[in-house]
C-alpha cells in the first residue's frame, strides 16, 4: 500500500481504526447481521449494500436495516451480534499487505497508535493475536460492547500520550472515523476497502485512497 506514504511525509504519529482499516472483517459483518435480519423476518443485505447503509451510532445502522427497539431491545441485538462475530473471527484476517506496512512504518520511527470502537480488553487480545501488537504504542478502545462514539476515548489519547496534533494522522475507512478526525484538530485519511464504499467516503472528504 505505497500510496499511504505521500499522507505521512509530515507526520511522526499515525492513530489506526481497527475493524475495516486493519482487520478485512467485512464479510463477517454482513454473514453475522444477516442471521440477525433473518431471526426478525428483516431481508438480508449483500456487501454492497452494507456498505452503503453502515454507520455510526450503531443504533442507527439498525433502525435503518428495519430493527424496530420497540419490539426487541438494541442490547439484546447487540449481545446477540458479538456472540456471533466473535465466533466467526477466526475466518478475518488482516488486509493484504497491512503486516507489512505496521512494520516499515515501526521501521521509520513513526509512532503507532489504535482507536478504536471494539470493546479495549478484546481488541489487546485481537492484535497479540494477529502478531502485531508491538507495532502500537498504546492501544484505546471502549469499556463495552455496545459501540458508541468512539471520541471520548480519541480525547483521551490525545491528552494522555500528548502527541502534537500537527504531526498526527488518522487513519479509518467510515465517516465517523472521519467525524473523530475533525473533531480532535487532526489530519484524516480514509482507506475505501473497509465498511463504508468510495464514493460514500469521496461525498464527505478527499483524502481517500481507493485499495483493492
Known sequence: MKSIWPY???KSHIIWDWNG???DDVDLMVEVIGELLDEHNLPRIDRQQY???FGFPIKNYYRALGFDFD????EKLSEKFIAG???GLPT???HPGMKDLLHSIHQSQISQFVLSAAEESYLEEQLKHFGIRHYFAEVYGLKDHH????LERGEDLMREVKIPREA????GDTDHDLAVGKALGIEVLLLAHGHQSLPRLRAHHQGVISTP
Open 8 to 10: 505521512l511525509r509530515s
Open 21 to 23: 482499516t486493519l482487520l
Open 51 to 53: 456498505c452503503e447503509v
Open 71 to 74: 419490539k426487541v431491545a438494541f
Open 85 to 87: 462475530y466473535r465466533r
Open 92 to 94: 478475518t484476517r488482516l
Open 147 to 150: 459501540a458508541a462514539s468512539k
Open 168 to 171: 498526527t494522522i488518522l487513519i
